[in-house]
């Protein structure tokens, strides 16, 4: 709960109920090594399905405990410290076609008050040139956007070049990177190009801030990057690679580069749900 709304509440009551420690830590304990709290960054999901899903992608011997909580949120609790911590990093995580955002369970969680913004995600770099096509620069690129966890055997192999695909873990209340300059050396000349970031199954963002969970007129945040304009890539070439155009933006060449004139660089364009991506 924000501070001011609890000091707030202080304010106007003098009663407040102490419970010992002692008296939650054996509830605690049931819950702290095994159970992860979870969220659709969509549409509410079967807490079945939940359930079966976990037990189907780990291969586990049990069914795992799923406990609907208000607001939407999940208690999925395993029966093996180890089966959670495979789950937390084997994502992502979909069900009925919706993204879960998923945290370890912690004390004091109150639904719909403290949030769950832990996510991962698949990351697209389109067009990578090929002399980057290396797992430790894909990995550094895509760290701009969150944090790397994995790339995908495809890539690694070698066996496309149209986009790197990286497993990137993101906190979805942040605004969503539309991508990054990539700055080297090449025969003692200093290059700079811009690598856009597509991300697979998330929502699409607010295109003022760029964070997900709202549309516009909901949105009660100021501009991202103080309204300065972030480079992209021309929204008609990449129609074909997203399955989304933009037909309101303006482009404009510049060195071989399009570049948004809009004052937004966040849309439908920075996220897929093809399932052949």
Same mark, same amino acid.
């Given at each position: 709960?924000?501070?001011?709304?609890?000091?707030? =509440?202080?304010?106007?009551?003098?009663?407040?109920?102490?419970?010992?420690?002692?008296?939650?830590?054996?509830?605690?304990?049931?819950?702290?090594?095994?159970?992860?709290?979870?969220?659709?960054?969509?549409?509410?999901?079967?807490? $079945?399905?939940?359930?079966?899903? !976990? +037990?189907?992608?780990?291969?586990?011997?049990? *069914?795992?405990?799923?406990? #609907?909580?208000? $607001?939407?949120?999940?208690?999925?609790?395993?029966?093996?410290?180890?089966?959670?911590?495979?789950? #937390?990093?084997? %994502?992502?995580?979909?069900?009925?076609?919706?993204?879960?955002?998923?945290?370890?369970?912690? &004390?004091?969680?109150?639904?719909?008050?403290?949030?769950?913004?832990?996510?991962? /995600?698949?990351?697209?770099?389109?067009?990578?040139?090929?002399?980057?096509? +290396?797992?430790?620069?894909? #990995?550094?690129?895509?760290?701009?956007?969150?944090?790397? =966890?994995?790339?995908?055997?495809?890539?690694?192999? %070698?066996?496309?070049?149209?986009?790197?695909?990286? @497993?990137?873990? =993101?906190? /979805?209340? *942040?605004? =969503?990177?539309?991508?990054?300059?990539?700055?080297? @050396?090449?025969?003692?000349?200093?290059?700079?190009?811009?690598?856009? !970031?597509?991300? +697979?199954?998330?929502?699409?963002?607010?295109? @003022?801030?760029?964070?997900?969970?709202?549309?516009?007129?909901?949105?009660?945040?100021?501009?991202?990057?103080?309204? @300065?304009?972030?480079?992209?890539?021309?929204?008609?070439?990449? +129609?074909?690679?997203?399955?989304?155009? *933009?037909?309101?933006? $303006?482009?404009?060449?510049?060195?071989?580069?399009?570049? #948004?004139?809009? &004052?937004?660089?966040?849309?439908?364009?920075?996220?897929? *749900?093809?399932?052949?991506?």
């Amino acid at each position: 709960m924000p501070s001011r709304i609890l000091e707030m =509440l202080r304010s106007r009551t003098a009663e407040v109920v102490d419970v010992p420690e002692e008296e939650l830590e054996g509830i605690r304990a049931e819950w702290r090594s095994t159970t992860v709290i979870v969220r659709s960054l969509g549409r509410p999901v079967s807490v $079945d399905w939940v359930a079966r899903e !976990f +037990k189907r992608v780990g291969r586990l011997d049990y *069914n795992v405990e799923c406990f #609907l909580l208000m $607001d939407g949120f999940i208690a999925v609790r395993f029966a093996k410290e180890e089966n959670r911590e495979a789950a #937390l990093k084997n %994502g992502p995580w979909t069900v009925a076609d919706q993204l879960l955002a998923m945290e370890r369970w912690r &004390p004091n969680f109150v639904p719909g008050v403290g949030g769950i913004d832990r996510v991962v /995600v698949w990351l697209r770099l389109p067009r990578l040139p090929l002399d980057y096509w +290396k797992r430790e620069a894909i #990995l550094r690129i895509a760290a701009s956007a969150g944090n790397p =966890l994995a790339v995908d055997g495809f890539t690694e192999q %070698g066996g496309r070049y149209g986009f790197a695909r990286v @497993k990137v873990e =993101l906190n /979805v209340s *942040n605004p =969503l990177k539309p991508g990054t300059l990539v700055r080297e @050396k090449y025969g003692g000349v200093e290059e700079t190009f811009w690598q856009g !970031f597509i991300y +697979k199954n998330l929502p699409a963002p607010c295109s @003022k801030c760029g964070r997900i969970g709202h549309l516009v007129p909901e949105c009660g945040y100021p501009s991202s990057a103080g309204g @300065k304009v972030e480079p992209a890539v021309a929204r008609g070439k990449e +129609k074909e690679d997203t399955g989304a155009d *933009n037909p309101e933006v $303006d482009v404009q060449t510049n060195g071989g580069a399009s570049i #948004l004139e809009e &004052p937004s660089a966040f849309g439908p364009w920075l996220v897929t *749900n093809r399932i052949w991506q």
